[in-house]
């Protein structure tokens, strides 16, 4: 038993080492790339930079416009992500805390939202936005994003506060705590580890997405990063290079959040193996 278990890590360390390299060398390669001049990259797109050219990432910068889109990714983002998060916390608290009328079938409603495509949501939605005279406005995507991630938070997080202990509120109760300061004070700082995970879930999906940003908003002025690297790689005087480095600048944020939340990411779902 030993034995297979033994062979059945290194086989699973092995696909998963592999599946790792074969996502990282792309990515690994743009940023090489990045840092290149035209026709060293037409010559060589293989290899090493001879000289660094940083100021492609100046140029790209400037060309693409991505200090406007770049605000209004941040804007969009960071505006559906904490109204997702914390309508999710609320929900999920009552939902794993307390027994009422309806609990189940309250439930049911946000798992429900899990099981219909995104995207099949769209004309609906670009309907709802003309008659309520939002569309081309930050909310026509803050409304639609926090919907769209609604049920996931809510399952995450109902799923992990369920195993609390009723102690916790018990002595809250004590203390003189209403439900709101137990929430707040006592049950939101332990659900860190599956905060973290929903947060960055929600953060790349709302950061990377393009559809309904393209559908919904069609001011110069309000359009996200996606929108704008796909206009900056339609323009044909953009060397492939400065496109490298715009992609590159809009990866960033993405690790740097991955890597602020890492350690609450991994305990999360160690807990949540622990759990099962």
Do not use: C
Not at 51 to 78: C, G, H, P, R
Not at 154 to 173: A, H, Q, T, W, Y
């Amino acid at each position: 038993m030993k034995r297979n278990s033994g062979l059945f890590q290194l086989f699973a360390y092995t696909f998963l080492g592999l599946f790792a390299i074969m996502n990282i060398i792309p990515l690994f390669w743009m940023v090489v790339n990045s840092f290149k001049e035209e026709q060293e990259y037409a010559s060589s797109p293989f290899s090493l930079p001879h000289t660094l050219q940083i100021s492609n990432y100046a140029k790209a910068w400037e060309v693409a416009n991505m200090d406007v889109y770049f605000l209004n990714s941040i804007i969009i983002t960071f505006a559906s992500l904490i109204i997702t998060v914390l309508l999710g916390a609320l929900a999920a608290y009552f939902l794993s805390r307390f027994q009422f009328k309806l609990r189940g079938v309250t439930y049911s409603l946000f798992l429900l939202g899990m099981l219909v495509p995104i995207h099949a949501t769209l004309i609906p939605i670009f309907l709802i936005m003309q008659k309520l005279q939002l569309l081309d406005t930050y909310w026509s995507l803050i409304l639609p994003y926090t919907a769209f991630h609604l049920s996931l938070t809510v399952f995450i997080l109902e799923g992990f506060m369920r195993g609390f202990p009723k102690d916790l509120e018990e002595s809250g109760v004590m203390d003189g705590a209403g439900v709101y300061r137990i929430f707040w004070s006592i049950i939101l700082p332990i659900t860190r580890p599956a905060l973290a995970t929903v947060i960055i879930l929600n953060f790349i999906y709302n950061w990377n997405e393009y559809l309904f940003a393209l559908v919904l908003i069609t001011s110069t002025e309000l359009k996200t990063l996606p929108l704008g690297l796909a206009n900056f790689a339609g323009i044909e005087t953009a060397s492939l290079t400065l496109q490298m480095a715009a992609l590159t600048i809009a990866l960033i944020p993405i690790l740097i959040f991955y890597l602020l939340l890492q350690k609450q990411l991994v305990n999360g779902m160690t807990a949540g193996a622990v759990k099962g």
